[in-house]
């Protein structure tokens, strides 16, 4: 899986194999499961529009070239791409998951897709709580629909304070648990009516049935700016955009 066109200071992979990953590994099932369909269903149920917000999330973070990136949570990699774009051929840009299916997509994705900048990329198979990479390595750092699926938010975001340089910044977009009851409801309605039917047609009512249960479960955009603060981090900012159904939390060290 990984890539070699350069050497980014890896710690010991078996820290990966030793954490957390019995514990998460129903969540780790379930985006193997999905992988085959995620990208087209993105596609369809957001009408491309998962595109503009990923976009967003990459400018909040401040990625420019020659940066040394880190997107956490890649799946099958849309904010990694986007990330090697900015980082250009004398950047680097780690994309790193739990879920092999997820990652196998994404390696198959950058061999098709033969853009030289996507040589920078190195894909990496590991646990976003519990980084193997060195204190203060990167410059931005981005996650995209990723911190509500680890089982410990609290600990992702210590672990991201500790692998960026100081004054870099986190950009970590994602469904917003909104305040606002008929967004709320709006976002329920939809995942009712329209997620959850569709993926019945791909035999996945269950794992996109998950997505509602996530959302409740998440923190709204205040407490996401406490957890932040909380880990460390001098700056925190929660913004809500795509009406409101989506949130992108930018956090400095
Ligand atoms: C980007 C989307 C889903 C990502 C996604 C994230 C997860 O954590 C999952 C977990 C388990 C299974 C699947 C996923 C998963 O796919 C798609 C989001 C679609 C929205 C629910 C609906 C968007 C509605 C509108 C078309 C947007 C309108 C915006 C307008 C500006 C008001
Ligand atoms: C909804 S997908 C998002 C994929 C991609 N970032 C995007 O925006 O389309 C969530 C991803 O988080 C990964 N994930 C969840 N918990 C993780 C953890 N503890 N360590 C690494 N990856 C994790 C899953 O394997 C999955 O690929």
Redesign the pocket.
């Known amino acids: 899986m990984r890539s070699l066109q350069f050497s980014v200071p890896l710690l010991p992979t078996s820290r990966f194999k030793r954490h ?1 990953v019995r514990c ?1 590994s129903d ?2 099932q379930l ?1 193997n499961r999905i992988a085959p369909v ?1 990208d087209n269903l ?1 596609d369809l149920l957001s009408l491309g529009q ?1 595109r503009i917000w ?1 976009r967003m999330a990459v400018s909040w973070s401040g990625a420019k070239t020659g940066d040394s990136l880190l ?6 990699g ?2 990694t791409f986007l990330m090697s774009e900015k980082a250009g051929a004398d950047g680097k840009v780690i994309g ?4 092999k299916e ?1 990652l196998s997509i994404a390696s198959s994705r950058q061999y098709l897709l033969s853009k030289a900048c996507y040589n920078n990329i190195e894909w990496v198979e ?4 519990d980084l193997p990479f060195s204190n203060g390595y990167f410059d931005a750092i981005t ?4 911190l509500r ?3 410990d938010k609290r600990r ?1 975001m210590q672990e991201m304070f500790r692998v960026l340089k100081p004054g870099s910044r986190v950009s970590i ?1 994602d469904f917003n648990k909104s305040m606002q009851p008929f967004t709320a409801l709006f976002q329920e309605w939809m995942i009712d009516n329209v997620v959850v039917p569709t993926a019945t047609v791909y035999g996945l009512a269950k794992e996109y049935q998950y997505l509602k249960t996530s959302i409740d479960e998440f923190l709204t955009g205040k407490e996401l700016e406490k957890l932040a603060l909380d880990a460390g981090f001098s700056y925190a900012r929660h913004y809500e955009i795509g009406g409101g159904l989506m949130g992108n939390l930018v956090a400095a060290r």
């Open positions: 957390s998460a969540r780790q985006f995620y993105n998962h990923k997107d956490l949570c890649c799946g099958s849309d904010l790193l998951d739990f879920s997820q590991g646990d976003a709580l996650m995209g629909y990723g699926n680890v089982v992702a977009l």
